[in-house]
């Protein structure tokens, strides 16, 4: 008697449990459970000469975001950004990027392509003194996420044209690509979710 | 004791509360300097003296500071040519400098030494700033090149009206600005 009581108050816990198992259950259970959570992709590097005046480069990039849940709370619920993050240097001495050395003034932008609506990119001209710190600059991503998608795919371009040119020296221009996408989704729903980024040929 | 003295300078120097500013500038004359292989640096000795009080008779020196503007020009044939480094302050000493190529601009705050509460009082109440100038790869220059620099010093102090009146007023400094090239040692 007393070994079937202890073994139905095992099956009892075990089937409580399983129920709060599931990912909606915890996530109205524990509010920390439906804290936005920031996924990242890989970062892409890639290294540039630029030698004269308005020469410029463009970089394109595939940003993908996958293992989405289906249930999505809202339309805010994912929010994509790509990031560029930009170094300059001279090829010798002084090599410049410390806030002290004069350099030759970049014009980058960075913005999405393609349909259905290409954003206006954000744009920025670089110091002529830039500092040590990387030149940094943000555009939205996976905008066109429809409400309950499991999978969106943002393509977009850095653009990276040289202003200045003689008597500048030829400059190395070291860029760093990533893209994100902050979930506002249950925790315990969007564990499978992550972003991939690729380089996409012109 | 100590205390009440320092609350009551600080109360002295600090900005009343309402009401605007005297904003006092002076600009030096446009100076030139050449650099070349065999010349590759020149120094100078930057000094303002002042010459009379303020409006309401306050101390022009409060807050001041020194911004020199430099352009450059090069006379060499190839497309690169030597950077210049300006620089405030002596050799091995601590100092604000940048190194340019087409333009910079270099500030440093001032300090004032002297009699600056009366002015017909000796020690004549100035400052000083050293300002070196120098190519930092002069072996890219052939002896027939040069390196041309024009600039000046743009001088700004401020200090908050006595009376408590509304708005900023910008005058000219009471200073005199005087430029020595300082030989090398």
């Known amino acids: 008697m007393m070994r079937r009581t202890l073994a139905s108050a095992a099956a009892l816990s075990m089937v409580l ?31 540039l000469l630029l030698t004269d005046a308005n020469e410029s480069q463009v970089l394109l990039f595939r940003a993908t975001l996958s293992g989405l849940p289906v249930l999505w709370p809202n339309e805010e619920a994912v929010q994509g950004a790509a990031r560029l993050g930009l170094e300059l240097r001279y090829e010798s001495e002084p090599l410049g990027g410390d806030g002290h050395t004069e350099m030759p003034r970049l014009v980058l932008a960075l913005g999405t392509r393609g ?43 850095v653009f990276i044209q040289r202003v200045d040119g003689v008597p500048f020296p030829p400059l190395r221009v070291s860029t760093r690509v990533t893209a994100d996408a902050n979930l506002n989704t249950c925790s315990a729903l969007s564990n499978e979710a992550r972003v991939t980024l690729e380089v996409e040929t012109p | 004791m100590m205390v009440i003295a320092s609350a009551g300078a600080l109360l002295a120097t600090s900005p009343p509360d309402r009401g605007g500013a005297y904003q006092f500038e002076a600009t030096s004359e446009g100076q030139r300097t050449t650099l070349t292989a065999a010349k590759p640096q020149a120094r100078y000795l930057v000094r303002a ?11 022009t020196t409060s807050s001041a500071a020194a911004t020199v503007h430099g352009t450059i020009s090069a006379t060499s044939s190839e497309g690169s040519s030597p950077f210049v480094r300006a620089r405030f302050g002596a050799s091995g000493q601590m100092s604000d400098a940048v190194t340019a190529l087409v333009s910079f601009q270099l500030s440093r705050p001032l300090r004032f030494m002297g009699n600056c509460v009366d002015l017909e009082q000796s020690p004549a109440c100035q400052t000083e700033l050293e300002l070196e100038l120098a190519l930092e790869q002069p072996s890219l ?13 743009d001088f700004e102090s401020r200090f908050f009206k006595p009376s408590g009146k509304d708005g900023n007023e910008s005058l000219a400094a009471p200073w005199t600005i005087e430029i020595v090239e300082l030989t090398t040692p």
């Open chain 1, 17 to 47: 449990a399983c129920a709060s198992c599931s990912a909606p259950a915890k996530c109205n259970a524990q509010p920390d459970a439906s804290q936005p959570r920031l996924v990242e992709s890989d970062e892409r590097a890639d290294s």
């Open chain 1, 115 to 157: 349909t259905p609506t290409p954003t206006t990119p954000t744009q920025l001209t670089t110091s002529k003194y830039p500092g040590p710190e990387p030149i940094l600059l943000s555009a939205p991503v996976f905008e066109d996420c429809a409400l309950g998608s499991s999978q969106c795919q943002t393509s977009f371009g």
């Open chain 2, 49 to 59: 003296r002042v010459t009379a009080l303020g409006p309401e008779g306050v101390d």
């Open chain 2, 141 to 153: 220059l052939t002896a027939e090149e040069s390196v041309n620099i024009s600039w000046s010093v």
